[in-house]
Each structure stands twice: as structure tokens, then as C-alpha cells.
């Protein structure tokens, strides 16, 4: 089974308006955390939000938050107020485990977002 | 804002040669890795380092790669005998704990 699974195909949102991007998890480890990051055109990977499984409130970091749904295995990112910046491919991804030395983080495939003007 | 840095951006290679990619991760971090990924496809974990050894390793990492922290700012991946198959970009992340990964902006690898 995927670890992180994102289907989306490319996601469209007109600039301003709010978009949610899915990400579900499959994990028995009962302590792992889940991160988000935004890869644009230019190649880098930007760390967004990050979210552990024993926080008990979301994460929100700016216009980003994060929908966890620990019973559903569900950490959706939620972008507002949209910005044409925002145009990128976007990673989810989850480490397994609580210790800093064996972190590997496992990604998805990724989801492309473009803002319309 | 401190941020980890990779150099050189990009390399070309050719198959069979040695390539040294090189990353200067933020000072007070203590967790190293290197990923890679492939043009148009997800990112792969190759190496995680601490207190200067391997910590985890993937299927990928085998005999002809290499990691080295040579002094207290640089971390290194060495590739012995680059393949084909090796082309892709190549991000050295850090972290001070299990809850943050930073990347680099990646060195893409071209193998010829």
C-alpha cells in the first residue's frame, strides 16, 4: 500500500478564493508527523506546515493550515486567499517514528496548483 | 533567515566518472540527508546522517554512494561510478529534530 497517497489531478483556483489539497496517509506507527512543501517551476523545496500525530490542534503556519484527520488518516493542506505565486507542485510527505536520526521522509506524488488571475 | 545551501547547481557528468555533491546545512542543525528525484517523479530518501554516521539508509544508496561530513559545515554525497540512471536533482535537507526538514535548492545531475 502507498504510505501517502495524493490523486488529485491538477487543481485550478482563481486567485484570492481558498483551495484545499488532499493527502492521505497509511501508517501503524502510532507516532509520525506529516509535512507539506511547495516545489515551484525553479526546482526547490520550500517547507510549508508541518503537523505531528499527537498535536492535538491543527497546524497553521500563514494563509496555510492543515486538516488533519487523524481517524480518516487524512492531512489536507488548505491554501486561502490564493496568490499566483502560489502556482507549484505541492508534496506531502510523512516520517515514521519520533526520533530526529531516523526521520526519512516518505513523499506522494504531488499535486500541481495553478492560480488564475 | 539561515538557509541550507548546495553547490554546485548543476553538474555534468560523464557515465562512469566520480561526482562529489556538496551541501552546507543550517550551523546548529545535527540531522543531515540527501534525496533525490528523478525529472517527474516523486522524492526518493537516499541517506540520513547523525552524529557523524549513517543512520538509515534506502535500497538506492548501495556501494557507489558515499556520505561525509569532512568538517563542522559541509556534507558531502559521493557517487563512485555515476550511471544513466543516476540523472536527477539531487536536495541535502537538515534539521535540529524530527519535526522540521529544510532542503536545499538541489543539484541537478546530468549523466552523459
Known amino acids: 500500500a502507498q504510505k501517502i497517497t495524493q490523486t488529485q489531478p491538477g487543481m485550478f483556483v482563481q486567485e484570492k478564493e481558498a483551495v484545499t489539497l488532499d493527502c492521505t496517509y497509511d501508517t501503524s506507527d502510532p507516532s509520525y508527523g506529516l509535512f507539506w512543501y511547495k516545489q515551484p517551476s525553479s526546482g526547490e523545496m520550500i517547507f510549508l506546515i508541518y503537523?505531528?500525530?499527537?498535536?492535538?490542534q491543527n497546524a497553521t503556519e500563514g494563509r496555510y493550515s492543515l486538516n488533519f484527520q487523524k481517524a480518516r488518516k487524512s492531512a489536507n493542506l488548505v491554501i486561502s486567499a490564493s496568490q499566483l505565486g502560489d502556482s507549484a507542485m505541492y508534496f506531502c510527505a510523512m516520517r515514521e517514528g519520533n526520533t530526529g536520526a531516523n526521520s526519512k521522509l516518505t513523499f506522494g506524488k504531488g499535486i500541481t496548483l495553478s492560480v488564475r488571475p | 533567515e539561515p538557509e541550507v545551501t548546495q553547490t554546485p547547481s548543476h553538474q555534468v557528468t560523464q557515465m562512469g566518472q566520480e561526482v562529489i555533491l556538496r551541501c552546507v546545512p543550517i550551523s546548529n542543525h545535527l540531522y543531515f540527508y540527501w534525496y533525490r528525484q528523478i525529472l517527474g517523479q516523486k522524492v526518493e530518501f537516499l541517506v540520513s546522517f547523525y552524529n557523524n554516521e549513517i543512520s538509515e539508509k534506502s535500497e538506492i544508496f548501495d556501494d557507489q554512494f558515499s556520505v561525509e561530513r569532512p568538517d563542522g559545515s559541509n556534507f558531502t554525497l559521493k557517487i563512485r561510478s555515476t550511471k544513466l540512471e543516476d540523472s536527477a536533482m539531487y536536495f541535502c535537507?537538515?534539521?535540529?529534530?524530527?519535526?522540521?526538514?529544510?532542503f536545499g535548492p538541489g543539484t541537478r545531475l546530468t549523466v552523459l
Open positions: 503537523q505531528g500525530s499527537y498535536d492535538q
Open positions: 535537507a537538515s534539521g535540529r529534530g524530527s519535526n522540521e526538514q529544510f
